[in-house]
């Protein structure tokens, strides 16, 4: 019983550790395959671990007009969002604290991240914090009911909210394949988008004044704060990432009863999940242009109308309307 | 024991409308032990589950006045009496020179009197004369600046708004009675009404409570009155009294009106949906701090209801975990948005008073100047946004269970309804945050935007005790809500005939539990824990690791800062984006830029028109009707006698064969 509760307690702290480890690896990928597709070198897989130590080697520039909440909300933004991240299920669906989050709690734990980023953006008082917190809580009210529609239909289609449960049903049925979960798939995608500022809702290679969203709200920051604040939006890439991998492509996760190899199977397949993703994120990136802040809910309206049909094809499938 | 707290509140009522000057202080401290002492009453009896009756002989001949403290007013008494004690210790803090006038204190007291008889009466008679007692005392805290043309104009729509709802009041209970007139609650529920009359009493109980608690479209006297009023009442008001009125509609449909049809379900989601999120889009656009808050009543009185409509849909369907989730939802609700309403009107009202300014875009930097106030308005802006680990979100998890749960209705209209209903409450959820970013962005945070922004000063002590204590439940209420969902246990019962799975069935004693534990867990306490176990690893880890150093330095603004505080984003800069894309669809809003010709030096123009077309509908074009017609018939006004009689005779004519048609 103890060994259990020890084994258990490793395997949770192993998570909390490797979605911390290889985020800035994950970006790393991105970066890079975005590169080499404009035909540029691009920086070494490993830059974003070389510019976090970088950043927590410098100091800290902080605004005259910037309050307690300013220094504080990077080390809420990070530990929020670590949090959430090691309560996706990644390796593994039947991890020890897996259960004390169903998805709508993990949103909400994301939310109250976005929330605070947005007020430390205001902090300062400055116009361009108030441009990014402003434009960041637009994009939030668009992609939040989109994204609770794809969860009410995959509790229609898993019976539970809880992840661990929706990938455990996933892994059990993984050839039936559904039009509703592909388009939950879709809106599910562009949500992520969204929510992490990728094109082409937000660019995060650019310092682009008037199209700046999170980098605006970021901008008063530096030193070991930035450094908190790059690892989180890092660690919220990931968190996407697993989500999408642990809903729709569940293959190779451990489940709740496996022993160590079914781990260790699970953490090579999700390892190399992940790093995929994040490849084709990079591939999407370069293939398209960002859109004008005032074009984004068309782009997420799509989320929300595929989630809303998604919901109506659940409802057939099941058989309640006939 | 309660009839003498309520006792002390009336007399404490009587006594401070004789007395001037200093003494008028008094009021709130004898406010604050009563309202301990009733607290304490209720919930015991929420405790123990025994309800305690009385009968009075005054009131209605032959009648008399029944009083009842059940599990359900118990709840809502603790619910009423948390909000007078904070805002009687609110009320302490008041100078007594010069904030204490006998247009409000008198008041007080009887407010929040009427408003405890309310749930414990247990006739229809007692009900609607208590129900009237609250509205005119609050009335009349309304119109105590009267000297203020825009208090005069809310307390004339609150006073016509607040006679519409008792009207339909008076037709509910008409209705429950029936034709026999059985008035005691005890009464109606032994004869419930038939099916054709339970649908209008539904109606009308709607009306009637709905225009009390802000239901659009009978919301429109809320923002104009609630403000209006000192700040503590408007707490009272925003925080408590729209309580009082989810009580009414809660004891009449679930109590008094017998078993419930499924469709009655219908009107409270749809209109509790559409305030929720017309009630946050109206906020989201208000530069008034007091009146984004009444707007934000108005959304969280319409989650409400969207709660209320499940549990009548689930329990309609013979599905009391359903129900009882939902119901739960509801409930703790009322508790929560009782709590962190009550502590933003309370810490709008320390920033009036420290600044003598209530525009959001004269405000900012006030957590330099106000760090206490500061902190606590943050705890409640974050609570009131539905954001973990506080109380909001126990409430809200709650309700989206609800929501997810509802595709398993056997009614097609409730399938249909139920993605809507979660998506109209994860944009209300998402707008809510916004929308208290943005209010505490730019009052709080930031830079001052005016001398008397820069020159504010802390508040004293009373207050920031009233608003620390509220800011504390709603830390406490977001972490142990599985416990406070527990104690709701007895209520639940009462109303649905169901419960939540205890606390022994999850993971842990704190973990919430929605129908199942394999089905839905949120475990507060131990995300709580994580996140902070997590900050502080990180604390201590980049404060070893990293360079210590911290500069300060002038703001970066990517390289052009401007000293000026006005080129800050203000509030009606953050709320643009939201204007353009909902604005753009609920209100027609429009912009407009005029740009003058290159070499022309008149000022450039922007301009935005904004249309409240609810307003416009249910307000503006009755008004005309009422005013056009009245016109055309005031000339039976001046008719000779012989005419007059010609009239009478012909009506009596007219009603004499159309009651020989009928018979």
Redesign the interface.
């Known amino acids: 019983m103890t060994r259990d509760l020890l084994v258990q307690l490793l395997a949770q702290g192993a998570q909390?550790s490797f979605v911390l480890l290889i985020a800035p690896l994950a970006v790393g990928v991105v970066r890079r395959v975005k590169a080499r597709l404009m035909r540029r070198q691009g920086p070494p897989l490993l830059q974003a671990y070389l510019d976090l130590a970088k950043l927590?080697?410098?100091?800290?520039?902080?605004?005259?007009?910037a309050?307690?909440?300013f220094?504080s909300a990077p080390?809420?933004i990070?530990?929020?969002t670590?949090?959430a991240a090691?309560l996706v299920p990644s390796f593994a669906s039947g991890l020890m604290?897996n259960?004390?989050?169903?998805v709508?709690?993990l949103v909400?734990?994301l939310?109250?991240a976005?929330?605070l980023l947005?007020?430390a953006?205001?902090?300062?008082?400055?116009?361009?914090?108030?441009?990014g917190?402003?434009?960041e809580?637009?994009i939030?009210?668009?992609?939040?009911?989109?994204?609770?529609?794809i969860?009410?239909t995959l509790?229609?289609a898993a019976?539970?909210?809880?992840l661990a449960?929706v990938a455990d049903f996933f892994i059990a049925e993984p050839f039936a394949v559904r039009v509703s979960l592909a388009l939950s798939l879709i809106a599910l995608i562009i949500v992520a988008l969204a929510e992490n500022a990728r094109i082409p809702v937000d660019n995060p290679a650019t310092?682009l004044?008037l199209t700046m969203v999170h980098e605006a709200m970021v901008?008063?920051y530096?030193?070991?704060h930035l450094?908190?604040i790059e690892a989180a939006s890092h660690l919220k890439l990931v968190l996407y990432l697993s989500l999408l991998i642990c809903l729709f492509a569940p293959f190779g996760m451990a489940p709740a009863t496996a022993g160590l190899y079914g781990w260790a199977i699970g953490l090579v397949a999700w390892i190399a999940k992940l790093l995929g993703s994040a490849a084709l994120l990079g591939v999407w990136e370069v293939s398209i242009a960002k859109m004008r802040?005032?074009r984004l809910?068309d782009f997420v309206g799509i989320a929300?109308v595929f989630?809303?049909l998604a919901?109506?094809l659940a409802?057939l499938t099941r058989g309640?309307?006939a | 024991m309660s009839g003498v707290a309520l006792g002390a509140l009336a007399v404490a009522a009587f006594l401070a409308a004789l007395t001037r000057g200093p003494a008028l202080a008094l009021v709130y401290p004898v406010s604050a032990l009563a309202a301990i002492t009733l607290g304490v009453v209720d919930l015991r009896v929420l405790l123990t589950g025994a309800d305690v009756a009385a009968r009075l002989p005054i009131g209605l001949p032959g009648i008399g006045l029944h009083l009842r403290l059940d599990s359900l007013s118990a709840f809502f008494g603790i619910v009423i009496n948390g909000g007078v004690l904070a805002a009687s210790v609110y009320g302490m803090g008041f100078d007594r020179a010069k904030e204490l006038t006998p247009r409000v204190e008198p008041l007080f007291p009887l407010f929040a009197a009427a408003m405890n008889l309310v749930v414990i009466a247990d006739d229809a008679y007692a009900f609607l004369f208590s129900w009237e007692l609250m509205s005119l005392a609050s009335w009349a805290l309304v119109v105590a600046r009267h000297t203020d043309p825009e208090s005069r104009r809310a307390a004339h729509l609150y006073l016509v708004m607040a006679a519409i709802g008792t009207a339909a009041l008076l037709f509910a209970f008409g209705g429950l009675a029936g034709p026999a007139g059985g008035y005691a609650f005890d009464t109606v529920r032994a004869h419930p009404p038939q099916p054709m009359v339970a649908a209008l009493v539904l109606v009308a109980a709607l009306i009637g409570c709905g225009s009390k608690g802000g239901l659009i479209p009978l919301h429109a006297w809320l923002p104009l009155a609630h403000p209006a009023a000192p700040s503590h009442v408007s707490a009272l008001m925003s925080g408590v009294m729209t309580k009082v009125a989810i009580y009414g509609f809660v004891r009449i449909a679930f109590d008094l009106l017998g078993p419930p049809v499924w469709w009655w379900a219908l009107p409270p989601i749809i209109l509790g949906a559409m305030t929720a999120v017309l009630g946050l889009l109206y906020a989201v656009l208000d530069r008034d701090l007091k009146r984004v808050l009444a707007y934000s009543t108005i959304e969280n009185v319409g989650v409400i209801f969207v709660a209320l409509g499940l549990a009548l849909a689930f329990s309609a369907n013979g599905q009391p975990e359903g129900a009882a989730v939902a119901m739960a939802a509801a409930l703790l609700h009322v508790l929560n948005h009782s709590w962190f309403k009550s502590l933003l009107f309370l810490g709008a009202g320390a920033v009036l008073h420290a600044t003598g300014r209530r525009d959001l875009d004269g405000l900012g930097g006030l957590i330099h100047r106000m760090p206490r106030t500061a902190a606590f308005f943050l705890v409640g802006a974050l609570a009131i946004s539905a954001l973990p680990p506080l109380n909001g979100f126990v409430s809200e998890w709650l309700l989206f269970q609800a929501v997810i749960a509802a595709p398993a209705l056997p009614q097609a209209a409730l399938h249909f309804a139920s993605p809507a209903i979660g998506a109209m409450l994860a944009l209300a959820a998402a707008l809510a945050a916004a929308c208290f970013v943005r209010v505490y962005g730019t009052a709080f945070l930031g830079r001052p935007r005016s001398a008397e922004a820069a020159g504010a000063h802390e508040v004293p002590l009373a207050q920031q005790l009233a608003m620390g204590g509220l800011a504390l439940l709603c830390i406490l209420g977001g972490l142990m809500g599985s416990v406070l969902a527990v104690a709701l246990a007895p209520v639940l019962d009462q109303l649905v005939g169901g419960g939540l799975p205890g606390t022994d069935s999850g993971p842990t004693l704190f973990s919430l539990v929605a129908f199942d534990p394999a089905r839905s867990v949120y475990d507060a306490p131990i995300i709580a824990l994580f996140v902070a176990i997590a900050s502080l690893t990180t604390l201590v880890v980049v404060h070893r690791l990293s360079e210590r150093r911290t500069r300060r330095g002038p703001a970066w603004d990517c390289g052009f800062p401007d000293p000026s505080p006005a080129t800050q984003y203000t509030a009606s800069s953050f709320a643009q984006p939201l204007r353009r894309v909902y604005g753009a669809v609920a209100f027609t809003a429009r912009e407009t830029v005029e740009m003058p010709a290159p070499g022309d030096t008149r000022p450039a123009r922007f301009s935005v028109v904004v249309v409240d077309h609810l307003w416009r509908a249910f307000y503006a074009a009755p008004g005309r009707a009422v005013l056009g017609l009245s016109e055309r018939l005031n000339v039976l006004q001046f008719l000779t006698i012989r005419r007059y009689l010609v009239l009478m005779f012909a009506a009596l004519i007219i009603l004499l064969s159309i009651a020989a048609v009928m018979t």
Do not use: Q
């Open positions: 909390m927590l080697r410098k100091e800290s520039v902080v605004a005259e007009s309050s307690w909440l220094r080390y809420l990070f530990a929020l670590w949090v090691a604290f259960w004390a989050a169903d709508v709690a909400a734990l939310g109250a976005r929330a947005a007020l953006g205001m902090d300062v008082g400055t116009s361009f914090g108030g441009i917190s402003s434009r809580m637009m939030a009210t668009l992609a939040e009911p989109a994204m609770m529609l969860v009410l509790a229609i019976g539970t909210t809880r449960g310092h004044e901008l008063e530096s030193g070991r450094a908190l802040v005032f809910p929300f989630g809303f919901i109506l409802f309640v309307l």
